[in-house]
C-alpha cells in the first residue's frame, strides 16, 4: 500500500508540479517540431501516431498537442517510469515499456536515471551523450511490424511516426512495413553533421519521402505517395 501510493504520488509530482501541467503554452516539443507537426495536420480532427521514444507525456513531447486535439495513438519507451507516466495521462492511448529495433530479441539497454530522453540501446551513442558511469540492463525489443500486430493495428495507416531513441532510430524504421502503414510524416533525430549523408535521410528519400523541416536534431519527412 505505501509503495503505490509512494509511486502515486511520485507520478502526480512529475507531471503537475515539476512539469506544470496546467501551464498553458505554445509549444510542448523541444524545439517547436509538434507547432510544424500540428499545423500540418490542421485539418484532421483525429489521428494516429506511433511515438517511439516518447520520454514524457508532457515536457519535450511531440504528440501532446494532437493528443489534446483528440488524436490516440501508442507510445514506446525503455524506460517503465515514462510508460506509467504516460498510462496515469493518456489511458485510452497504447502504453508500452520495451525497446524497438528492426527485430524481437533481447538487448541491452544504456542509461544513468529512471526518466531520461539520453538513454538508448546503441552503446556508441551512449558514450558520446551520457556522462559519467553509464549503467545497464537487458530489455525486450520488438520491430514496429511485431507492435502493430499484437496491438491488432497491423493494417492502421500511421498519420505520424514521431522517433527519439538516441542513434537506433534507423533500425526502427528498418523493422516497418511502409507499403503497409505508409507513415504521411515521419518526425525523427538524425545526429549526423551532414544531413544528406545520413543512412537514416538516405533510407526516407528512398521510400518516396520529402524532407519539410529541420530543427537542431528533429527533421519531418513528408510522404509523395
Not at 498510462?87 to 539497454?109: G, Q
Not at 524504421?173 to 510524416?185: A, C, D, V
Request: include cysteine; charged fraction near 30%; charge should be positive.
Amino acid at each position: 500500500m505505501f509503495f503505490r501510493i509512494k509511486k502515486k504520488l511520485h507520478i502526480l509530482h512529475n507531471i503537475y508540479i515539476k512539469h506544470k501541467y496546467f501551464k498553458k503554452r505554445k509549444t510542448y516539443a523541444m524545439d517547436g517540431e509538434d507547432l510544424i507537426i500540428a499545423d500540418y495536420f490542421k485539418n484532421k480532427q483525429k489521428g494516429f501516431y506511433v511515438d517511439v521514444g516518447c520520454y514524457h507525456p508532457i515536457h519535450r513531447n511531440n504528440t501532446f498537442l494532437l493528443y489534446k486535439k483528440g488524436w490516440k495513438g501508442i507510445n514506446i519507451d525503455i524506460h517503465s517510469f515514462s510508460i506509467e507516466l504516460f498510462k496515469y495521462l493518456r489511458p485510452n492511448d497504447l502504453n508500452y515499456n520495451f525497446a524497438i529495433s528492426d527485430k524481437k530479441e533481447i538487448i541491452d539497454m544504456f542509461f544513468q536515471k529512471e526518466l531520461s530522453q539520453l538513454s538508448t540501446i546503441d552503446y556508441d551513442q551512449a558514450k558520446k551523450s551520457l556522462q559519467g558511469e553509464i549503467k545497464k540492463k537487458k530489455i525486450q525489443s520488438f520491430s514496429l511490424n511485431e507492435v502493430l500486430k499484437f496491438s491488432n493495428l497491423e493494417n492502421k495507416k500511421i498519420d505520424l511516426l514521431d522517433i527519439d531513441v538516441e542513434g537506433a532510430d534507423l533500425k526502427v524504421l528498418k523493422g516497418l512495413s511502409f507499403e503497409m502503414t505508409n507513415p504521411e510524416l515521419i518526425c525523427v533525430e538524425i545526429h549526423d553533421k551532414n544531413l544528406k549523408e545520413s543512412e537514416t535521410y538516405k533510407f526516407l528519400i528512398n521510400l518516396n519521402y520529402e524532407l519539410i523541416w529541420s530543427g537542431v536534431f528533429s527533421h519531418i519527412f513528408r510522404s509523395k505517395t
